[in-house]
């Protein structure tokens, strides 16, 4: 407990799954947290009750991180309210599969401007609020190393991310603030539920390529995020963590 007191941590897409179990797990780390989120207003303000309720402190922060307008309102609240930032968890992301001849322009602009234009803009506007070093988590997936049939656009934007993890860490060194990405199997979340992912056929499929034997849940990921959020991980950067049970998808 404690390891992350008195720092400041924005997660964006903080209001469910994977991004609202990263918010939980820093707060009980002592972190204030801005908790971002883009149309589940309710949802974000549960989980920021929550952090409130604990001892630690949030508020939340409407952005569509895909926009630069709406990332510098983001970290103009958190200045307001914080100051600084020492943590960036970018979570915010959407996935489609679709096989290629139901690709289209729509669906390939709106996974690649929320899943990489987000982590850049976002990325962009935190160094800046980052004067004494911070730590960058990017969210990846295992889709980006064994890409699934139907995957190629979402897989494709994990690939970025992680590319942009090892280039912005080289970057971004000289600057004291690490850049690392987690790289999460199947989770269960609002999410996958809602796609049908997390149960049946996919969900079996998944567990038969994991040696650990289950899914994931977003606190496995939370963990991890933790520790590459504080000063243990001191000395791990450009690094894209596996957190998926031994997955290969």
Do not use: C, H
Request: glycine share 10%.
């Amino acid at each position: 407990m404690g390891r992350l007191k008195g720092k400041t941590a924005v997660v964006t897409g903080a209001s469910k799954g994977i991004g609202a179990g990263i918010a939980l797990a820093l707060a009980e780390e002592g972190a204030n947290v801005v908790v971002n989120y883009a149309r589940a207003k309710d949802d974000a303000e549960k989980v920021a009750a929550k952090i409130n309720q604990n001892g630690s402190k949030a508020i939340t922060v409407q952005a569509d991180v895909s926009k630069k307008a709406d990332v510098d309102k983001l970290f103009a609240e958190a200045k307001k309210a914080f100051g600084t930032v020492d943590i960036l968890v970018n979570n915010a992301g959407v996935y489609e599969f679709a096989p290629l001849s139901e690709i289209t322009e729509e669906s390939y602009r709106r996974q690649f401007d929320l899943n990489v234009l987000g982590t850049l803009l976002s990325t962009q506007a935190a160094v800046k609020s980052m004067p004494n070093g911070g730590s960058v988590i990017n969210l990846s997936s295992v889709v980006a190393l064994t890409p699934p049939p139907t995957g190629s656009v979402y897989s494709a934007t994990k690939g970025a991310v992680d590319v942009i993890t090892r280039s912005l860490a080289q970057e971004l060194g000289p600057q004291k603030i690490r850049v690392n990405s987690l790289s999460p199997g199947l989770v269960v979340t609002e999410g996958t539920r809602a796609s049908g992912n997390a149960e049946g056929e996919f969900k079996s499929y998944a567990i038969s390529r994991t040696p650990l034997g289950r899914v994931g849940e977003p606190q496995d990921i939370a963990k991890v995020a933790v520790f590459l959020a504080s000063d243990e991980s001191a000395w791990i950067t450009g690094e894209v963590l596996p957190v998926g049970g031994g997955a290969r998808l």
